[in-house]
């Protein structure tokens, strides 16, 4: 390593003194005007963590659904997944480090990580459309250059894209071709053999509205249209030609607010969906014909995935098991639909997409979501081989058939990572086939009245958790505080976590009636103000 150069360089995109970051739940997300640093120093990083691995490692610049004015960075690991976890650590103290202190931290890293100095570097880079988001890639490559990493810069791509570009990389091509071009055509050509065989060609299933956030999601719906549009019409909408990313729009303005986003024009039963600002998350909605809205999350979207994956499994005739894996945040009606009425086992995680991927690859198909939209199916290997040897060996038409659905679902999904373009086409796929209505779709389970709200305080990390965040330990008093709220309502349930993105304090409530779940949400959120050092207004 040529420190000299390193201290040099680094002299260019010098830290704040005194800034303190934290590696979280998606990377580091602040204000863009802090990150500069931070950037040149994961460019550095994820050369390390490259050498270490012999493998690609991704870079992705964005926020994701947080505000314009935001970015945020994350390393991809070289099977499309998040960062492992002690390179987290490595990554946050390496971003906080002084900078005279940096290049000392950077050595120590390499040592304590053994990393083998003299092997080859090869690291991907993308960016969302955020105004910042192209001179901190910069900075990202700044990093890269100066320990003499080799680079592709992939520029404007999803994050999920960003994610495919790396597993296809470290599969030798096995997964798909490197390129838009071959991502496009690997899920275009799944997406068209799957439904194929639908007779069902009325407009009204063919076509979709999209609310793209104002972000990355607009451009590269333009670019994939034609790949699909023989089996898909979509109307874009948020394409970002006027409005501001993320605002009053997107997957997770509408999830939150529980409203349409604004800049689409919505007709009652149309099937719309909305991504977020990476497209890496979608929920679908519609209009009632009383003009009522109806939000379908990614738990409505795991249970139509979930009982269609079943049925096919059953069709073939295989003893593959099949799991669900979701977050506190999940719908109390949708846990119960999947275990009750569905039978399949549904296993709760801590929030972040990390920790479901993670017990999800326990299934030899284990499907993931969190409530907000962001999630995916993921097949074992072992799974995988099977279902591709049965479309090859059955003889027997209908289980052939099946076999050959379950290996183009396969190919769908965007197995390194959760994808709303791949989610988008498989929820389509599936609607078409089974020739359901978004109504039908809604009417499979009435979700509980929920509300989220944001707390602030001096320092959340004050709240510490327990059982997949669904119990606070501390501080001491807050627990006790919260069971006595949610005895005052019905089918209640109520809990808090501090954010692993933003500096807030999460409440989440659900209840009988929206009022009642709006009361418990605002009781809770009071309790957290008091009892863990709430500053501002109370709320
Ligand atoms: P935090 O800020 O830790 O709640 C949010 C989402 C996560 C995940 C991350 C990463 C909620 C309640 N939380 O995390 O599910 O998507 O952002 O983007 O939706
Ligand atoms: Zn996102």
Redesign the pocket.
């Known amino acids: 390593m040529d420190l000299d150069a390193i201290t040099e360089y680094s002299a260019l995109h010098p830290k704040p003194s005194g800034l303190i970051l934290q590696y979280?739940?998606?990377g580091f997300r602040t204000k863009a005007e802090h990150l500069d640093h931070v950037m040149f120093r994961m460019g550095l990083l994820a050369v390390l963590r490259s050498k270490q691995t012999k493998s690609t490692i991704g870079v992705m610049v964005t926020a994701?659904?947080n505000p314009e004015e935001d970015n945020g960075v994350k390393l991809v690991d070289p099977l499309g997944e998040m960062l492992a976890p002690s390179w987290e650590e490595h990554a946050t103290c390496l971003a906080n480090a002084e900078e005279q202190d940096m290049p000392r931290v950077l050595m120590d890293i390499s040592v304590k990580a053994a990393v083998n100095l003299q092997q080859d570097a090869f690291i991907v880079i993308g960016r969302d459309t955020r105004s910042t988001s192209e001179k901190l890639s910069q900075s990202v490559i700044d990093g890269v250059t100066v320990l003499e990493g080799q680079f592709h810069d992939y520029g404007l791509v999803t994050t999920p894209q960003l994610h495919y570009m790396v597993y296809c990389r470290n599969t030798s091509g096995q997964y798909g071709e490197a390129t838009l071009e071959g991502y496009y055509q690997k899920l275009s050509k799944a997406f068209m053999e799957l439904t194929k065989q639908t007779l069902c060609s009325e407009d009204e299933y063919r076509s979709l509205k999209v609310d793209c956030a104002n972000g990355i999601g607009a451009l590269k719906l333009k670019e994939m249209e034609h790949y699909v549009s023989q089996g898909l019409s979509v109307q874009l909408f948020n394409d970002g030609t006027k409005g501001k990313l993320n605002h009053l729009c997107g997957a997770d303005f509408v999830k939150s607010h529980q409203k349409p986003p604004q800049g689409m024009e919505m007709k009652s039963n149309e099937r719309c969906c909305s991504f977020d600002g990476d497209a890496d998350?979608i929920v679908y909605h519609y209009l009632d014909v009383d003009g009522h809205f109806h939000l379908i999350d990614g738990d409505k979207i795991a249970t139509l995935i979930s009982s269609f994956l079943k049925e096919l499994l059953l069709e073939i005739g295989e003893s593959l098991n099949i799991g669900v894996v979701q977050?506190a945040?999940a719908n109390g009606s949708s846990t119960r639909y999947l275990e009750e009425v569905m039978k399949v086992p549904v296993y709760c995680t801590k929030?972040?997409?990390k920790h479901l991927h993670h017990k999800a690859q326990e299934f030899d198909i284990g499907v993931y979501f969190?409530?907000?939209g962001?999630g995916t199916v993921l097949f074992s290997k072992a799974a995988e081989t099977k279902i591709r040897q049965l479309t090859k060996e059955l003889e027997d038409e209908k289980r052939k058939a099946a076999a050959k659905m379950l290996e183009n679902v396969i190919d769908l999904f965007n197995q390194a990572a959760g994808d709303a373009i791949s989610d988008m086409l498989v929820i389509e796929a599936i609607l078409t086939l089974k020739d359901l209505t978004i109504q039908q779709w809604d009417a499979l389970y009435m979700d509980l009245p929920n509300r989220?709200l944001k707390v602030k305080v001096a320092d959340r990390q004050v709240i510490s958790t327990t059982d997949a965040e669904r119990q606070v330990v501390t501080p001491p008093g807050l627990q006790e505080a919260i069971n006595d709220l949610v005895k005052k309502y019905k089918l209640s349930r109520a809990f808090v976590r501090p954010?692993?993105?933003?500096d807030v304090v999460?409440v989440y409530a659900e209840a009988d009636s929206q009022e009642n779940a709006d009361s418990l949400a605002r009781a809770v959120s009071l309790a957290v103000f008091q009892l863990a050092g709430g500053v501002g207004e109370t709320p």
């Open positions: 979280g739940t998606a994701s659904h998350r977050t945040y929030t972040g997409v969190e409530a907000n962001h989220q954010s692993g993105t933003e999460r």
